[in-house]
């Protein structure tokens, strides 16, 4: 269950990064930020479903 609240707490800190990684590619538009976007999406959905994970089993 520790590790559980460790997870959920990662994917939150990183959901909270997904508003300025996307604001900082709203304003330049270049392949970079949009990587950097797309990575922060799948580690915080990645990170939230082994969360769940840990909880169910």
């Not at 590790?3 to 996307?22: D, E, H, P, Q, V």
């Not at 330049?28 to 082994?50: D, H």
């Amino acid at each position: 269950m520790l590790r559980a609240i460790g997870f959920l707490l990662f994917s939150l800190g990183y959901i909270l990064t997904i508003k300025k990684t996307y604001e900082n590619y709203k304003n330049e538009k270049n392949l970079e930020n949009l990587m950097e976007l797309i990575a922060s999406v799948l580690i915080s959905i990645g990170t939230l479903i082994l969360a769940i994970a840990y909880m169910i089993g």
